[in-house]
């Protein structure tokens, strides 16, 4: 049974930092692209970034790169993301997904073919 699990989200003021991590077990870690996404109250799940299986390339939506840091250690079966100079528009329940087709990263959520249950991050202002 594969099993995604986050943590590592909360409350934090705006300017500071979190780091989130998505435990996996019950597949080969190592044969999947990892995604992040995320979802605001009343909007639709969005694509924040995704690493290759190697982690040897990764992808950021515009509206988090140089702030956020996607990585992931293929021996403790783990991703994480890096939060730095957070905003309130950051908001949102953060979901990680893990894609077993290796040959792109993809940013659309229907591809992905596990999901974990999210972790709630909230930014005041």
């Known amino acids: 049974q594969v099993q995604l699990v986050e943590s590592g989200g909360g409350l934090v003021q705006a300017g500071g930092s979190l780091r989130l991590s998505c435990a996996a077990s019950?597949?080969?870690?190592?044969?999947?692209?990892m995604g992040w996404f995320r979802q605001a109250p009343g909007k639709e799940r969005d694509f924040v970034a995704a690493?290759?299986?190697?982690?040897?390339?990764?992808d950021y939506a515009d509206s988090v790169k140089g702030r956020f840091t996607i990585s992931r250690d293929n021996v403790r079966n783990t991703l994480y993301l890096q939060m730095n100079s957070l905003k309130p528009e950051d908001t949102a329940v953060y979901y990680c997904a893990a894609d077993r087709n290796i040959r792109t990263l993809v940013r659309e959520s229907r591809p992905y073919n596990y999901w974990g249950q999210g972790t709630q991050v909230t930014v005041s202002s």
């Open positions: 019950g597949l080969t870690f190592s044969n999947y692209n």
């Open positions: 690493i290759s299986w190697s982690g040897g390339a990764t």
